[in-house]
């Protein structure tokens, strides 16, 4: 009973190392989606640059991504380079996020467009669908329309090759 | 007088400031006080630990807004809450519902406390008989 006691608060201290060593590398900020192994949301909004109405039937019918972006957004400023590099392997779909017109437009054609297409949701209702906390965030869905990972924040090489790349392999 | 004025001055400039927020008109005042209740359960989704009540994000302008369509259109609130765990997870109920996962949850800090309460007790009945065994000895 008095080894016990003895070796109890070591055995609890190694517990909290433990603890405190995984959320290290725990992100507070990532939270699991709500929306994976659903499908995308219906929705009617407009192609913010032809004007001709989109819907969920109209997705790629092929695994792509879906950009949550908004010309206020600086960190969609930052992947936006790396998204482009994407945009040649694969369909990058934008849902431009809480943004008016004009700013959109001109973030585009100042940064250029490398999107399949662009759903303008300018009251965000798409994007409370989905569960956007913020932009940019980015959903990997498949073929079929259904949504597989949820990445918030920046597209980067490290985020393809550690989450996008071996999600992408399971469901091709 | 100067304090008369300095306190009109100060209602006028906190209602101006009470007008640049968010004004919802409700139908009933429990139907604010829901409002309110809800705003202080459901969780801004972009913040580590605020309620959409008392936070200034964007989001939840958004989701306080949405929580405002919806009991408008007569929605209940258990009703609320589970639009809002379908899009943002459990994360956004401050009161998640007890089951299977939430089990440590609920039952963890309870769980604690009766264990070092038995630990306690262990230790104090221990200490006694070594005590007792040490006066029987004298």
């Given at each position: ?41 219906a ?65 585009l ?13 300018p ?50 | ?16 400031v ?39 994000a ?42 299977k996962?939430?089990l ?35």
């Amino acid at each position: 009973m008095n080894r016990l006691m003895v070796w109890l608060p070591l055995g609890v201290f190694a517990i909290l190392v433990g603890f405190f060593f995984k959320g290290l590398t725990l992100d507070p900020r990532e939270q699991p989606s709500a929306l994976i192994g659903q499908p995308v949301p219906a929705f009617e909004l407009t192609d913010l640059n032809t004007g001709q109405l989109l819907s969920r039937e109209m997705l790629p019918k092929e695994p792509f991504l879906l950009n949550v972006w908004a010309s206020w957004c600086i960190t969609c400023q930052v992947e936006h380079p790396y998204l482009t590099k994407l945009s040649e392997q694969m369909p990058v779909v934008g849902l431009n996020y809480k943004d008016t017109e004009t700013a959109a437009k001109n973030w585009l054609q100042k940064l250029g467009d490398p999107y399949a297409m662009q759903i303008f949701d300018p009251s965000g209702r798409l994007g409370l669908d989905l569960g956007v906390a913020g932009a940019p965030e980015t959903f990997l869905v498949d073929s079929s329309g259904v949504i597989h990972l949820r990445i918030q924040g920046e597209v980067n090489d490290r985020v393809f090759t550690q989450k996008i790349q071996p999600m992408l392999e399971m469901i091709q | 007088m100067i304090k008369t004025i300095l306190v009109a001055f100060a209602l006028a400039a906190s209602m101006s400031v009470h007008a640049a927020i968010e004004t919802y008109q409700f139908d009933s005042p429990e139907q604010e006080a829901r409002f309110r209740q809800l705003g202080y359960e459901l969780r801004c989704p972009k913040c580590q630990n605020q309620a959409i009540g008392d936070s200034d994000a964007e989001i939840s302008g958004d989701l306080r807004a949405e929580v405002y369509r919806m009991l408008k259109e007569g929605a209940t609130d258990a009703e609320i809450k589970d639009f809002m765990v379908a899009r943002y997870g459990r994360y956004v109920l401050y009161s998640p519902p007890l089951d299977k996962q939430t089990l440590i949850l609920w039952f963890g800090p309870a769980g604690l406390l009766v264990l070092g309460g038995i630990l306690v007790v262990l230790r104090i009945r221990q200490s006694k008989k070594a005590l007792e065994e040490g006066e029987s000895q004298a």
